[in-house]
Structures are given as structure tokens and as C-alpha cells.
């Protein structure tokens, strides 16, 4: 038998005990951290992201609005961190996600109505089912156009439409939207907006929306989480209260005055730091 003398002494170092968020939080993010090409992105980045209520990530452009929400849904890989739902890992969440680009979301070979269905198929099923679930979203979000048709003889406002009601269809618990509205033209990002309201009213999803427009993004909000330029830390949150639906009056009440003068001033704060 050898004995190696005098080697190193390694400490048995237990791994930090996972802290859970406060009562009510859906998604808990601890340590979380990115770099790109050496640079961090994210560093020991924590945060508690509320259960039922939609949230607005805003901050100054770069600082790593659709990265935070492509690592917590899973599509970007994290360098370290946990995230967890309700204390599940990402594999046993049922997610959705919007995109912005969505010319590029469906597949242009199936039909709208096809395109939308095709994350019930996946899970596997029955047809009698899919057609249930099918009529339930049709009605929910009272489609006025031909679901049979290629999604690419719709509008713009329609395919986005068509690929939020897919996002929705197995009935995830968070929604993930990436700026839905930018490639849309201002009454359908009306239209939309709304829908997505409806929605939220209907099935009190957790969404994730990263939003450019600062007007859209407290509207819609129940907490605006602002970002800090990169290393990316959190700035602040405001919670913004206003009962819904939310409709154009709100857009002159007190608190939404002030919710969004303050975020624009924290925005400008962390852009000229
Ligand atoms: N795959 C990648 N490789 C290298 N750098 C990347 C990659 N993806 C993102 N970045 C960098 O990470 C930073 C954050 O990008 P991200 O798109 O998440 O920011 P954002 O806040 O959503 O940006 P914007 O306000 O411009 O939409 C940017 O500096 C970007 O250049």
C-alpha cells in the first residue's frame, strides 16, 4: 500500500443551500451567470419572478433582456446558476414562448390551424382532444380569420395572433414573448395587446415579456423589472397596480403616469452611469 505524504488537503466545500423566493414566487433564479466571449453578461445574478402576474423586462439596449428570458426558457445555455418553477427544473415545465419574428415561427409547409395544433399532437394527444382544445382557443381569442389557411397568406397581426393562440395551446404555465409587437404595425400591436390581456385575464398565465416601448410595457404590467447595463444587475422592480382590463383611460391615470416616469428615470439613470 502507498501513502502519499504531504498532499494537498482538499475541504469538502458543501454547495450554498438553494434559497427559495418569498410566498408567491413562480421562478427562482439564483447565481445565475453568462459570458460571451470572456465578457459577463450575467454574474451571481439573482431573482424571484412572481406567480400569475406579467411581468416587463425593460433596461438599456444590450444589457441582456432576451438573453435572461432565452436562458430562463431553456434556449441559451446558462455558465452557472439554478432556475427553478415552483421548485421544478425547466424539464418538468410546460412552457410557451412568442417570438418577434413571427414570419419565422411557423412552419409555412402547414396549415395556420396545423401550425397551432402541432404542440398538442407532440405531447401526444387524442384527436377528439385536440379538437376540443382547438375550439376552446378559437373562442378565447375569437378568431375572425381562415385558420386553414398557410400562414403565410395572413397578415402580420394574424400570424402573431396564430402563433401566441399556439404558444398558449397545451396550456403552459409561463409565457415567454420576445418583443411580439415590434414587427407589428400599430393597430395590429393594439389588437394584440389586448388579446394578450384577455388572456392573461382568462388563465392568469405567468408571462415574461421583454418590451422596447416603455408605454407597452408598464401597460400591460403587474412589475416592471428595469436592468442595470451589463454586468447586468437588477436596477429596480415597480409594481404597477392598476386593475385590468386595462383599456386607454388607464394610459392617463396617476399611477400609470408615474410608474412610467419613474422607470424612464431609472432608465436614464443606468444609461448614463
Ligand atoms: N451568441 C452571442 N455571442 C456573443 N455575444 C452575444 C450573443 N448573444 C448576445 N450577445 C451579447 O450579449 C448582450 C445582450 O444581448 P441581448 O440580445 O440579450 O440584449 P437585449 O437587452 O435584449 O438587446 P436589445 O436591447 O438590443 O434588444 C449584447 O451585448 C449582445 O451583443
Redesign the pocket.
Known sequence: MSVVLNAPVFAEVPPAPFRPGPAGTHITIRGLTKY??GWP?YENFDLDIPKGKIVSVF?P???????LINMVAGLIPIDAGQILFDGKSLKDTKIGYVFQNYREAMFPWMRTIDNIAYPLKLEGRSKAEVDRRMAELVASFDVKFDLNRFPYELSGGQQQTASIMRALAPGPEVLFLDEPFSALDFEMTLFIREKLQEVFLQTGTTMLL?S?DLEEAVYLADEVLLLTK?PTRVAEILRYEDPRPRTVETLSTDSFVRTKKLSLEIFQREVRR
Not at 61 to 67: A, E, L, P, Q, V
Open positions: 460571451f466571449a453578461l433596461g439596449n444590450g444589457c441582456g433582456k432576451s438573453t421583454v422596447h451589463r
